[in-house]
């Protein structure tokens, strides 16, 4: 005979207390955002707006717009775009869906990544969640109240998404969807962070995982809908296609979301279990214990700076790389193109090689601007570094901070330049692989040097922050954000010319495509020498926090 045994009374009240204090907590991280949700949800929803009205300026009529379809065709396209939905009717809801959600679903994604490991590891490495949870605050209410407050940043930034489409002129069964495919994805992989922030004990580390499992989804999709415009089955292993195979304002389907709802509740589930598994702090990788004895290179002023960039260096220029590797590939698909459309040759005024070129040369801005982006984080490293006092403890050995800033930058630029080299080579070998044409490594390599006066521009913002406004370093961020938002939608949006050359990346020519300028370049390199002289006279000056 069995029986059964009803909780007790104190099984309930103890139940009830792990969540004790989270609806504080939650108010709490919805004050801490404020900000960052208010910017992104202003961001995204202008960049929608500003998306459709330019679509309809841009291709006003039915015969524009299949003209534009002719194109989707094209891997590459469908690499940076998505799924090609509607393409026998191009109507401008399946224009917007095919150009701007692959953009929006990241982009909300990465917020996401950021928002979770803010308030879960991030809160853990400061000791600030111990000291939460000496107060009567339940154990598991920090982590839901963070993930409750990344769903509202969801819900706000859905529903800022859905009124942009709707002030298009977008019909609301289709927008609808939109929004909550947005909201849905995001969620999908702030859970994804939820997991990876059980791992390490850094934060730096559990939201990198996190952007690495984007990018390979990322990569997945657009290669699984390259065998399948449609997206094959290759397509359905990433959680970003769930969210295009809703098929917007075409067939609009719900029911793909509902793999991404029931994936953010596994991913829920593991990360609540094996949160359960570790102390406070901790992380389930133990980390390595260093070397018995240190390399003599410690000893030389640039030899801390290069161990403490040599893990962002790799994992940034490897990844870099092997995109830029991935992407070369597709070159043969612009002479297939040429040679199932023959009339494109005509519409766009270029033959099959120029084409080529050009394609190299739009890839290698996108992922040069990824080089800029590790600059600014290699600064923000060493300012981090600062913050904790590990700097001001080798000033303190008797390094002069003049020649210690020195050599940060010393390290940073030569890092720049061999990534250039690096990513350029890796995507010309891709293109050589494609084309039979071996030239296109030397012809990318030399492309990607072209652009360093602008990598090394943005670099020297970031410095200049740092050397005289270290409050504001972050602000560098920007220049970098602004520069994808140019390339990836300077010419949909038909922005002025004003505004696309306040990125630096745009006064350089779309090289190889284009002839290299001498003088653009030569008016960044002196900008960034100027600034970066800036830095290190502000650094010298100002105190050095220890």
């Known amino acids: 005979m069995t029986t059964s045994v009803a909780p007790s009374a104190d099984q309930e009240v103890r139940s009830a207390h792990r969540f004790n204090g989270i609806g504080d907590l939650l108010r709490l991280y919805l004050r801490l955002d404020r900000v960052r949700i208010t910017v992104w949800t202003l961001a995204l929803a202008l960049t929608v707006y500003a998306t459709v009205e330019s679509l309809i300026a841009a291709y006003p009529d039915e015969a524009a717009r299949q003209a534009r379809a002719a194109l989707l065709e094209n891997p590459a396209a469908v690499l940076m775009t998505g799924p090609a939905y509607g393409a026998d009717n191009y109507t401008l809801g399946a224009m917007t869906a095919n150009e701007l959600s692959l953009t929006l679903f990241v982009a909300v994604a990465i917020m996401n ?72 994805t995001g969620l999908l992989f702030g859970a994804v962070a939820a997991v990876t922030a059980q791992f390490s004990e850094h934060s730096r580390a559990a939201s990198g995982s996190a952007l690495a499992i984007l990018a390979v989804a ?10 399948d415009a449609t997206g094959s089955w290759v397509s359905w292993l990433s959680p970003i296609a769930w969210a295009q195979q809703t098929r917007l304002y075409v067939d609009e389907r719900w029911w793909p979301l509902l793999l991404s709802v029931v994936t953010i509740g596994v991913l829920l589930a593991v990360a609540v279990a094996l949160s359960r598994r570790r102390d406070i702090g901790a992380g389930l990788r133990a980390p390595t214990p260093g070397p018995a004895s240190s390399s003599a290179a410690l000893l030389t002023p640039p030899g801390p700076v290069w161990r403490l960039l040599r893990g962002t260096f790799v994992a940034w220029t490897a990844a870099l790389a092997i995109i830029g590797l991935a992407m070369g590939t597709l070159a043969n698909s612009i002479e297939d193109m040429v040679d199932s ?17 050009s394609f190299g040369a739009t890839m290698l801005m996108f992922l040069v601007v990824g080089i800029a982006a590790f600059a600014v984080s290699a600064v923000m490293r060493v300012r981090g570094d600062e913050e904790a006092g590990r700097l001001g403890l080798l000033i303190v050995t ?12 010393a390290v940073i630029v030569v890092q720049i330049v061999v990534a250039l080299v690096i990513t350029g080579a890796a995507t010309g070998l891709g293109m050589a692989a494609a084309t039979g044409e071996v030239d296109w490594v030397i012809r990318m390599c030399g492309a990607a040097l072209a652009y360093a006066p602008a990598v090394l521009f943005v670099f020297a913002v970031a410095l200049t922050l740092v050397g005289l406004i270290p409050r504001l370093a972050g602000l560098a961020w920007i220049v970098v954000v602004y520069a994808v938002f140019v390339a990836w939608f300077g010419e949909l949006l038909n922005l002025s010319q004003w505004l696309r050359d306040l990125s ?8 190889p495509y284009e002839s290299a300028s001498a003088v653009p370049m030569l008016v960044l390199g002196i900008a960034a020498v100027v600034l970066a002289a800036a830095a290190v006279v502000g650094f010298r000056r100002r105190d050095v926090m220890v």
């Not at 002030?167 to 609301?172: H, K, N, R, V, Y």
């Not at 459309?341 to 070129?357: C, H, R, W, Y």
């Not at 630096?504 to 090289?511: K, Q």
Request: glycine share 10%; proline share 7%.
């Open 113 to 184: 990544i950021l928002l979770v490991v803010r308030h879960t590891r991030a809160q853990e490495e400061a000791g600030r969640l111990e000291l939460l949870r000496a107060l009567p605050v339940g154990p598991f209410a920090p982590p839901a109240a963070a993930l409750l407050s990344v769903a509202v940043a969801d819900l706000i930034v859905g529903g800022g998404v859905v009124l942009a489409l709707l002030a298009g002129g977008l019909d609301f069964t289709g927008s609808l969807l939109f929004g909550v495919a947005t909201a849905v």
């Open 504 to 511: 630096p990346f745009s006064h350089i020519p779309l090289v």
């Open 398 to 409: 008797g390094t002069p901070r003049n020649r210690l800033f020195l050599w940060v930058i």
């Open 218 to 227: 990322f990569l997945v999709r657009g290669f699984g809908d390259i065998i």
């Open 341 to 357: 459309v023959p009339d494109i040759v005509e519409f766009l005024g270029a033959d099959a090689q120029s084409l080529t070129a």
